[in-house]
């Protein structure tokens, strides 16, 4: 759909200036969402994309009406949305089928829950399940159906409520490659044929590629807090020739959007303790190096060619991007990825040389892995225990995320021999090496009354 027409079209979803935060256990509010403005069109198909916990997942709770916003407005057909419509269907990345039920009974199931009688409800299940491909497998169990057949019975289930709009949250990220291409085929046909009766339709993916293959525009979402960044229409007809020239050039644009960052322009040194840390490996970001290093790239990679040679999703390569940009072993510009002298000498040396470098980077980049060497410098036995870090960290993130951060950290603290952790004991200590003489195995857990702010706190 050409998305200049869209001030003439009526709108299914117009949301204006969302807001969605949360209270932690400690009562301290963590926003996900902030200022999203996003409408969705009769006619249309849009696709989010945007990095794990950047808060799209909740946005379309939201807009199911399954989570309440804490400010601004969301309207479903001009009408304020307070609780789920029935208009709106969603589609998960799990299956979620009850096992103890028949294809037929879960597609059935939210006829059942609105009072629909049996007679109508078994007609527009078997409609549905015809209709989606399924036939012949109505009396079939979850457990005896491959994953393309179960998330098929997912979309059955979505379907049969006969929805003005549907919202699919990475339906096809759990399929294999083949299945997830036949599936989206299948219903982009649905939808060009009009053989269905939703109106619009908003996909949450990963993947580039199946977002330009499948929308009519792409919004890039951006994260701390989630809200829209930008916005690309695509006037191409489908089905659309992914390997054609004016693919190819949108799908680089929006890899150069997904890859550009706001510190980055700022300055990393402008980071703090509760930055959040990729969800990578040291061992993951040393193999794109070595491949962006070797032949074809020589250095300098196009992303979309990297994407099809490491053969890895999107959001994993955009959490190892995001760790070589942050520890400055790569920058990123106009949709490539370039190593730095620090990323070439790290490529070149060998593998003990190598775990200097990513400490003397580790250091040098990481607020948080400066704050906690410190700290273990600092004490007399030189250890101290993982929940002082938690707590500091929940000034900041989640305690879920606050946990998950600081993971990655012990992760690549550990690598480069910066600081070791014992799993037993939950505590960080620095290597043996750097321990004094003079102090014995014990670890000691007393002594963290004193509360850390920041990376340049002074600590007990």
Do not use: C
Request: charged share 30%.
């Amino acid at each position: 759909m050409n998305t200049s027409a869209l001030a003439s079209t009526t709108y299914l979803l117009d949301l204006a200036n969302v807001k969605k935060s949360f209270r932690t256990p400690d009562r301290k509010e963590r926003t996900v969402l902030e200022g999203v403005d996003f409408r969705l069109a009769e006619g249309e198909i849009v696709a989010l994309l945007g990095k794990s916990g950047s808060g799209k997942s909740t946005l379309l709770r939201i807009m199911a009406g399954l989570t309440r916003a804490n400010g601004g407005q969301v309207l479903y057909r001009g009408e304020e949305m307070t609780g789920p419509a029935r208009g709106i269907s969603m589609v998960f990345q799990s299956f979620a089928l009850f096992p103890w039920l028949t294809v037929q009974e879960n597609v059935e199931l939210g006829l059942e829950a609105l009072g629909v009688d049996a007679i109508e409800r078994e007609e527009r299940a078997q409609d549905a399940i015809e209709m989606i491909g399924l036939g012949g497998f109505e009396s079939a169990y979850p457990k005896e159906l491959s994953g393309g057949m179960r998330q098929r019975v997912g979309f059955a289930r979505a379907l049969v409520m006969r929805p003005d709009v549907m919202l699919l949250d990475e339906p096809f990220s759990a399929l294999d490659v083949l299945t997830s291409e036949t599936l989206r085929a299948d219903l982009l046909e649905l939808w060009d044929e009009r053989r269905i009766p939703t109106k619009g339709i908003l996909l949450v993916s990963h993947n580039i590629e199946e977002a330009v293959s499948m929308a009519d525009r792409v919004l890039v979402f951006s994260s701390d807090p989630g809200r829209v960044r930008a916005e690309i229409p695509i006037n191409l007809p489908r089905p659309r020739d992914t390997e054609s020239a004016a693919f190819r050039q949108i799908v680089d644009e929006v890899y150069g959007l997904m890859t550009s960052h706001g510190r980055q322009a700022a300055g990393i040194d402008q980071l703090t303790i509760g930055y959040r840390l990729p969800a990578t490996t040291p061992s993951k970001l040393v193999e794109m190096l070595e491949t962006i290093a070797d032949q074809p790239f020589d250095g300098r990679a196009d992303l979309p060619a990297l994407a099809e040679v490491t053969e890895l999703p999107d959001d994993a390569l955009f959490h190892i991007y995001d760790g070589l940009r942050v520890l400055g072993f790569a920058r990123l510009a106009e949709g490539d990825i370039f190593l730095t002298p620090g990323g070439r000498a790290l490529v070149d040396a060998e593998n003990d040389h190598r775990k200097a470098i990513f400490a003397e980077h580790l250091l040098q980049t990481i607020p948080l892995a400066t704050h906690i060497k410190r700290v273990l410098d600092e004490r007399p036995k030189h250890n101290a225990p993982e929940e002082r870090f938690l707590q500091e960290l929940q000034d900041y993130l989640t305690g879920d995320e606050a946990e998950r951060v600081l993971e990655v950290m012990v992760d690549w603290g550990r690598y480069a021999e910066v600081f070791d952790y014992d799993y037993n004991s939950g505590m960080l200590h620095l290597p043996e090496d750097d321990e004094d003489d003079g102090d014995d195995d014990s670890m000691e857990r007393s002594g963290d009354d004193g509360h850390v702010q920041g990376a340049d706190s002074p600590s007990p």
